[in-house]
């Protein structure tokens, strides 16, 4: 048997719109930063490195003027900046540095640069700190100035700057994600009454209805989807009162063909051979015509809701062997689990229909009934089982041949109205529980119907 595709699992609605709120808060404050950092750096560092060429060129002009005038001069009177600090080398040999650095301080490229004839600056690292370096070329009086400003303020101010788009662009995207929570939820909250609404008529509420909304586009949907609900309900309610009719119309007829059946049924040694055999067909043909119709009609009971569930406490000990003897089945084992109380709390007369039915489906398709089971599962329910030792049922129709008029391909050619399991599952699930069927040990079947409610 081709087994059907899988479902690719995917994302809840919600969370994929939650995502997608974050990850488009993360694109753009991540662009954003990187943006603005990127404008931030270079502005930071051309402001930086402005002040150095101008503070350079001033301090160079003082030089110049005072070397021209020949006056004394020291370089610690030179206006340098926090960690700056500066080089004069006058002719071949004569440098005078700060006396904080040396001309090693410097880098080599500037100093070659310079010491061409060119003025130039260069950006570099000492000790780890970073530093931006300016020569400048003096011709005038046979001289070549170098300074040097930290840059590590500025350094210091970027990474500032970094940290708080980082705190920023994290802060964004939980808003966002918190935005986008509260939006699907708002979103979904239509679809969400939808989806109960939906499940309350799937199991058989079908009076449920969605309230108006105050947005145009949503209401369209709940008056859409109510007009759906009462053609459905209407549809069901008129399938349900033609079956109900036509079985009450049926009922008064097959009663008298029924009694008329078993006068001549009775009389059947006075008929000639053939007719008797056509007599048979006729009689078991009535029989099973009486037995769907009354199947019918308590379908069509418990359809309209007018069967309320009646428990009692009852001794289950007791109630199964007499219901087995009464239907013809007093032969068949019966064994209950140790943990069975001695009361439960059950609709006897759905319980009978339960087992009965169970009883008269092995009989009629499994080759009879070889046991009946009780077993508790949990505190509160217990589940009735009846083996039976027919050919099984096949995994394909295990879940079909509980609804009505439904027949394995085991008992497609037997006698039977196809509606005694379907009355199963409507009883089990009146108790609170399910009809399942399973594999027998050794072969055969095992129908199983739980009842919740056991005291």
Do not use: C
């Not at 055969?444 to 009842?451: K, N, T």
């Amino acid at each position: 048997m081709k087994q059907p595709p899988r479902r690719r699992r995917t994302l809840r609605l919600r969370t994929r719109v939650t995502l997608f709120f974050s990850l488009t808060a993360l694109v753009a404050s991540l662009a954003l930063a990187v943006v603005t950092y990127a404008v931030a750096r270079s502005v930071l560092i051309e402001q930086r490195e402005e002040t150095a060429r101008t503070q350079a060129y001033t301090n160079a002009k003082t030089i110049r003027d005072l070397l021209i005038a020949e006056q004394q001069f020291t370089m610690s009177d030179l206006r340098t900046e926090g960690e700056g600090f500066a080089l004069l080398i006058q002719g071949d040999d004569n440098a005078f540095t700060d006396i904080r650095r040396s001309q090693a301080d410097f880098p080599a490229d500037l100093l070659i640069s310079v010491g061409l004839g060119s003025s130039a600056q260069q950006r570099y690292e000492l000790d780890g700190v970073p530093f931006i370096a300016v020569g400048i070329d003096m011709p005038a009086v046979g001289a070549k100035y170098f300074e040097a400003l930290s840059m590590e303020s500025t350094e210091s101010n970027l990474r500032a700057i970094a940290t708080a788009l980082i705190i920023g662009s994290i802060v964004t995207i939980l808003l966002a994600g918190a935005l986008g929570w509260w939006t699907s939820r708002r979103l979904l909250r239509p679809l969400s009454r939808v989806a109960t609404a939906a499940g309350e008529i799937a199991t058989g509420g079908l009076d449920a209805r969605l309230p108006a909304e105050s947005d145009p586009d949503l209401d369209r949907l709940a008056s859409s989807f109510n007009e759906m609900a009462d053609a459905v309900q209407t549809r069901i309610e008129r399938e349900a009162r033609f079956a109900s009719d036509v079985s009450h119309e049926l009922r008064s007829p097959i009663t008298a063909l029924t009694a008329a059946v078993e006068v001549l049924d009775g009389r059947r040694s006075d008929l000639p051979e053939r007719t008797q055999q056509a007599l048979d067909v006729v009689v078991s043909q009535v029989r099973r015509f009486d037995s769907m119709v009354m199947d019918l009609l308590e379908l069509s009971r418990i359809d309209a809701g007018s069967t309320e569930l009646h428990r009692e406490d009852v001794d289950p000990r007791d109630l199964i062997p007499r219901i087995a003897q009464r239907y013809g089945f007093g032969e068949v084992p019966i064994e209950f689990d140790r943990k069975v109380p001695a009361l439960v709390k059950l609709d006897k007369l759905r319980f009978e229909r339960i087992l009965a039915n169970l009883l008269e489906n092995a009989r009629e398709h499994g080759g009879g009934p070889v046991r009946v089971s009780i077993e508790m599962r949990g505190r509160h329910a217990f589940v009735l089982g009846v083996d039976d030792a027919g050919p099984g049922v096949a995994r394909g129709e295990r879940s079909r041949i509980f609804e009505r008029f439904a027949r394995g391909s085991a008992a497609r050619h037997r006698v039977g109205t196809g509606l005694g399991l379907s009355l199963v599952a409507e009883h089990a699930q009146a108790h609170g529980g399910e009809a399942w069927v399973e594999d027998r040990p050794g072969g055969g079947a095992r129908f199983l119907a739980s009842i919740q409610g056991a005291a």
